[in-house]
């Protein structure tokens, strides 16, 4: 891989841009691999390229019926935060964070980190004690997060209008290091990292079917042909449930369309990002300078990344009364992507009922934030065949034993 | 946009009037079934990418439960029926055959 920089810039300038190489390479499968992950997002790409970064195993290939990076990596508001109330869901992250926070650095891929702060609003007495509640958690869970006050909202959001009437703002819980990344860069720049270490990515290749004898896994039919391995790992988020079901157990996952938008480009306004819970509305300003808008999911299985239209409304209609500014804005795209939804809103990481196969998934609405942290985890669990004490937890026995990790009240969109 | 007719009261509207409740036909399992079962009963869920069975509420209407049949993928409604049933009716099954002739349909091998 020839390393990007300045200097590299400079020389291709020189010679007409002819000695760019291709990012990753895209090989015909071979029959067999250590193991195969299904799904290039970046929860997947980041499996692999850490598989192979810290743990030495790189006879992995790494399936995608589309494109990588063409689900929910490419669909989210790109926030990045490990403010979470519990201490299993602070530590994967926050170690998240910790990694984005050299990502550019480690995959010598510029994601465009951006830790310009994430304010979460309280807009009513119940969240207001709820964050309370949550910045005493970070503290003892070593996460920067802290209280602020209305005054404090407005000398950090200047374009906010405190003061309701239907939703006033209280306060806020401020995370001055979380922030947002460059999502497409994210996928880009693991695959290119990960196929310099010899990880096969291998695109338009759908998963069919999963093979297995008596003794648990032994390969998956493909658009491409049967590809034979030891271990299976699949990290297709939405579409985990039909994945299940070809390898034959149910998962406590429901998928549901999330949906967001954008306006048009305006000059600089907002340089954080702000989560206004109870509305169902975050937003922050893109580096192109068009507000970038979350709303909410819809309540029914859905799997045509496209939202109900009420939702826009909702959400638009909210956030006009907090920033009265986007009144005069007008909505350029709207978009979809299928959440993969679990009972206490927290992911699975962990072994499946079939052996040699291994799940991540359940990440909901909030995957992008958690890639490198959990593709690292994920990766820890491949290599040794038991997840370590960072994915321990969200073991898939959780929800037979009793031991949700409850997110559900905790994360920063109301579900 | 869904749009759904309540068989409670037969009026036709959109989503917005309607909430949505989940799977249906659970299988219910009790304090005295084995951990499995019960794990299954709160938990797993079938998620489907195609036909589905679900749960709606009439909720800015007369406020019943319905049972409807849609399409995942497509967002279509095969049709709604009555909350008081174990299993889709004959006329449901028909509506989904009609348009999606490869279903396998689990009702029927049940029978």
């Not at chain 1, 039909?242 to 369309?257: D, H, I, K, N, T």
Request: aromatic share 8%; net charge neutral; glycine share 10%.
């Amino acid at each position: 891989m020839k390393r990007y920089s300045a200097f590299a810039i400079a020389r291709e300038a020189l010679r007409h841009h002819a000695g760019w190489e291709r990012a990753w390479a895209s090989p015909e499968p071979r029959a067999q691999y250590d193991v195969v992950i299904v799904g290039a997002g970046g929860h997947g790409l980041a499996t692999a390229y850490y598989l192979a970064k810290n743990h030495g195993i790189t006879n992995v290939a790494v399936l995608e019926k589309g494109w990588l990076g063409g689900g929910n990596t490419g669909r989210n508001t790109t926030i990045i935060r490990s403010n979470y109330l519990q201490d299993e869901s602070a530590a994967i992250f926050e170690k998240s964070r910790t990694l984005y926070e050299t990502l550019s650095q480690e995959l010598n891929y510029n994601i465009m980190f951006s830790p310009r702060g994430v304010m979460m609003l309280a807009q009513t007495e119940h969240e207001l004690r709820a964050w309370k509640r949550t910045a005493h958690a970070n503290r003892l869970a070593s996460i920067q997060s802290r209280m602020v006050t209305p005054d404090e909202v407005r000398k950090i959001v200047k374009v906010i209008n405190i003061d309701g009437p239907r939703y006033p703002v209280l306060g806020g819980l401020w995370q001055p290091r979380g922030g947002t990344a460059r999502h497409d860069a994210v996928a880009w720049g693991y695959a290119r990292a990960a196929s310099d270490l010899g990880v096969h990515i291998i695109q338009n290749c759908a998963v069919t079917g999963v093979d297995r004898d008596a003794t648990g896994v032994t390969g998956v039919q493909t658009g491409k042909g049967p590809i034979r391995c030891n271990r299976l790992c699949l990290v297709v988020a939405g579409s985990s449930g039909v994945l299940a079901e070809m390898a034959g157990f149910r998962l406590p996952v429901e998928s549901l369309a999330l949906q967001a938008l954008v306006s048009e480009p305006i000059k600089p306004v907002l340089d954080c990002v702000v989560m206004a819970n109870t509305v169902h509305g975050y937003i922050s300003q893109s580096d192109k300078g068009e507000l970038v808008i979350g709303g909410g999911a819809d309540g029914f299985n859905n799997y045509t990344q496209r939202g109900s239209f009420q939702h826009v409304e909702e959400t638009v209609r909210a956030l006009v009364e907090t920033f009265p500014l986007i009144s005069r804005l007008k909505m350029l795209r709207q978009w979809g992507g299928i959440v993969d939804m679990t009972g206490d809103r927290s992911p699975i990481i962990g072994p499946a009922p079939v052996p040699g196969i291994f799940l991540n998934c359940g990440w909901g609405t909030g995957g992008f934030k958690a890639i490198p942290g959990s593709g690292w985890a994920t990766a820890e669990m491949l290599a040794d065949g038991a997840p370590r004490a960072l994915a321990a937890p969200f073991s898939l026995e959780r929800f037979a034993e009793g031991r949700m990790i409850d997110e559900s009240v905790a994360a920063a969109v109301a579900h | 946009m869904l749009l759904l007719t309540c068989p409670c009261c037969g009026v036709s509207a959109e989503e917005t009037e309607f909430h949505p409740g989940g799977e249906a036909h659970l299988k219910r399992s009790g304090p005295g079934s084995d951990d499995a079962a019960f794990r299954d009963y709160l938990f797993a869920r079938k998620n489907p990418r195609g036909v589905h069975f679900e749960r709606w509420r009439h909720a800015f209407g007369c406020g019943k439960w319905f049972h409807a049949a849609r399409c995942t993928a497509t967002l279509e409604v095969f049709g709604t029926y009555a909350a008081q049933t174990a299993a889709p009716p004959a006329h449901v099954l028909e509506a989904i055959r009609a348009r999606r002739p490869d279903w396998i349909s689990e009702w029927e091998q049940d029978r």
